[in-house]
Structure formats: C-alpha cells, structure tokens
C-alpha cells in the first residue's frame, strides 16, 4: 500500500526527473529519518532507485519493463533465470533474475518466454562442462604452451556464454574491477568459496598465493578477494615488478607477448616452501601469467608437490584473449 508520503515522492522525482535526498526533504518537510524510512520502502518495491553514492546521491523513477500476459515464463524456467541471471544496465543498475532477464529482453525487443527457453538451453550447453562447480581448463594447456607448469588448472565459469553474453560472475569481475567495488568483491567471494574449499581439500592444499595486479587502483579486487577469504593456509608472496612501462596482459594479443610479460614480470618475493600450492587469479584468458608463475615456484623450488591454477573466470575456446578484465 502505498501511503501519501510516498505518492509525494513518486510525484516530485517525475515533475524533477532526478532528485537529491536534501530536494525531497525540504519539500516533504518531514525529518530525514522519516524521509529514508519512506525510500528504502520505495526502493525495494522497485518504483524508485538510487545512484551515486554519499555524498553525491540522486533518486529517479525505476523503469517498468513491458511483459504481455503470453510472454509469462514456465515457473522451472524462471528458477533457472532467477539463480544465473545478472545484468549490468548502462545506468549502473544491478538487476538480478528475471528482473534483469525480462530487461534484456525488452531493450532487445525479444519475446520473453521464447527467448528464455532458448537462455536456459544454452546455459546447459556450457554448465555441461562444470563439475563440482567448477570448469577444468587442464587439457587446454597441452594446446597453448611447450612448458606446462600447472599441474591442474580451473575456472569457476566462463566469462561470457554465446549471444546472451557476460555469465553473472563475468559481469559482477569486469564491474567490480572497474568501479572498485568492495560489494561486488565479497559477492564474487561468497560464490568462490565452497569450490575453493573442495579444491583445498581433494588436492591437500597447504599453500595459497594471489596473481597480483597490474594496475594500480585504490581498491584492487586480488587483495579484497584474499581479505575476504581469509583462507586459514600458508600465504606464498608474489609481486609484480615495476617495469618503466606497465604493460597490462590485456593489452597483448599475441600469446608469445603474454608469455614474456608474465615471465618477466611476476616473481615469489617469499623464503617458504609447501608441498601443494592453490594459485588464484581473477579471469584465464592466455593463461600464460598463471602458467608462467607456476613454472617460477616450481623450478624455485617453493614446491615440493603439485601447483594447482583456479581463476574466477575463463574463456571458452581455447585461450581466447579476455581483455576487458
């Protein structure tokens, strides 16, 4: 039910377009916490959402996304969407599920129902591949490099899946690295969790080491990812050198630059040793940093036993550049 304060706020943020909390309370005249009371109602039931952040916030009418009644999806199907779905709008909104499914289908022009059938045919296409929920990308590395130093290699899901595009840790890595999200960074923590702890325990994991970052960036998504984890393992330290020009992986297409870039770059800045190690790294595109590290600790010694490669995300033919992350 919505009360007459409400419909006030609907009311001026359509006469307005766009509103700031300090605009809706001076009209209102109510008391700032009467005013977020009033709000958060309206947020969660959808008719309103917020952008920006404090202390630059704004307030604006949520779009309603148009469904025909025939369009209305078989409730297995619906579960399925609700579980995998996530979109990034050009607006910053995160929209979850159907909710963020029937958006892409509406900004599409896509029939609903149809479209979502065919969504859930292909996201079986490529969850064929998972076991224990997770992806292994092992064979693929007899293919890409003459000296293989990962002795197993997964990924948590593939980047982006055909025509319907980012998978929903695809979308929650590329915004969370790019907007610095520690939000984001806890929910792609929360999903890696449980596959991390089987891995730790199938292979006898001791050791732990992160791939660090190229860029720097005040909140960087390796360290986040760690300090969310919070993995009760040995830690191994790698560092990335500061060379006099920083060359990001993404920025090389070439494999054989991938491979020079991560052998010169990446180094175990660390005296410990451990019989099995877990690297992690965020996205596999070449593999070759991840790779290209675990030949480093083998032949350095750091470990006696088997070097196990995991990434959040991976590509699905082959080695394929991934070059938004």
Do not use: H
């Given at each position: 039910?919505?009360?007459?304060?409400?419909?006030?706020?609907?009311?001026?943020?359509?006469?307005?377009?766009?509103?700031?909390?300090?605009?809706?309370?001076?009209?209102?005249?109510?008391?700032?916490?009467?005013?977020?009371?009033?709000?958060?109602?309206?947020?969660?039931?959808?008719?309103?959402?917020?952008?920006?952040?404090?202390?630059k916030v704004f307030y604006l009418i949520k779009e309603k996304n148009v469904i025909k009644n025939d369009e209305i999806i078989k409730s297995g199907l619906r579960k399925?969407?609700?579980?995998?779905?996530?979109?990034?709008?050009?607006?910053?909104?995160?929209?979850?599920?159907?909710?963020?499914?029937?958006?892409?289908?509406?900004?599409?022009?896509?029939?609903?129902?149809?479209?979502?059938?065919?969504?859930?045919?292909?996201?079986?296409?490529?969850?064929?591949?998972?076991?224990?929920e997770m992806i292994d990308g092992t064979q693929k590395l007899k293919g890409s490099f003459e000296e293989i130093g990962l002795d197993k290699m997964f990924y948590l899901?593939?980047?982006?899946?055909?025509?319907?595009?980012?998978?929903?840790?695809?979308?929650?890595?590329?915004?969370?690295?790019?907007?610095?999200?520690?939000?984001?960074?806890?929910?792609?923590?929360?999903?890696?969790?449980?596959?991390?702890?089987?891995?730790?325990?199938?292979?006898?994991?001791?050791?732990?080491?992160?791939?660090?970052?190229?860029?720097?960036?005040?909140?960087?998504?390796?360290?986040?990812?760690?300090?969310?984890?919070?993995?009760?393992?040995?830690?191994?330290?790698?560092?990335?050198?500061?060379?006099?020009?920083?060359?990001?992986?993404?920025?090389?297409?070439?494999?054989?630059?991938?491979?020079?870039?991560?052998?010169?770059?990446?180094?175990?800045?660390?005296?410990?040793?451990?019989?099995?190690?877990?690297?992690?790294?965020?996205?596999?595109?070449?593999?070759?940093?991840?790779?290209?590290?675990?030949?480093?600790?083998?032949?350095?010694?750091?470990?006696?036993?088997?070097?196990?490669?995991?990434?959040?995300?991976?590509?699905?033919?082959?080695?394929?550049?991934?070059?938004?992350?």
């Amino acid at each position: 039910m919505t009360t007459d304060t409400a419909e006030k706020i609907i009311e001026y943020i359509k006469s307005k377009q766009q509103v700031t909390p300090n605009e809706l309370t001076n009209y209102l005249g109510i008391s700032r916490q009467a005013f977020y009371k009033q709000i958060t109602k309206l947020i969660k039931d959808g008719s309103v959402y917020k952008t920006g952040r404090p202390p630059k916030v704004f307030y604006l009418i949520k779009e309603k996304n148009v469904i025909k009644n025939d369009e209305i999806i078989k409730s297995g199907l619906r579960k399925i969407i609700d579980k995998n779905y996530l979109i990034i709008t050009p607006a910053g909104e995160m929209k979850n599920g159907i909710d963020g499914f029937s958006y892409w289908c509406y900004r599409n022009n896509l029939p609903l129902g149809k479209t979502a059938e065919e969504y859930v045919k292909t996201l079986a296409k490529y969850d064929a591949w998972k076991k224990d929920e997770m992806i292994d990308g092992t064979q693929k590395l007899k293919g890409s490099f003459e000296e293989i130093g990962l002795d197993k290699m997964f990924y948590l899901d593939f980047y982006a899946i055909e025509r319907f595009g980012k998978t929903r840790l695809g979308q929650l890595l590329l915004y969370a690295k790019q907007s610095q999200d520690k939000k984001m960074i806890r929910k792609i923590s929360d999903e890696a969790r449980s596959p991390i702890l089987k891995l730790i325990k199938k292979y006898q994991i001791d050791a732990v080491a992160f791939i660090p970052p190229t860029v720097k960036r005040e909140v960087q998504l390796m360290k986040e990812l760690k300090n969310s984890l919070a993995l009760s393992l040995l830690e191994i330290n790698l560092v990335k050198a500061r060379t006099e020009v920083i060359v990001p992986q993404k920025t090389l297409s070439k494999l054989e630059d991938r491979i020079e870039n991560a052998r010169k770059s990446i180094f175990v800045n660390d005296k410990k040793t451990c019989k099995n190690i877990l690297l992690i790294d965020d996205a596999v595109g070449s593999g070759a940093t991840l790779n290209e590290t675990a030949l480093q600790i083998k032949k350095m010694k750091f470990c006696s036993g088997k070097v196990i490669g995991l990434a959040i995300t991976g590509s699905f033919k082959g080695f394929d550049v991934i070059s938004e992350v």
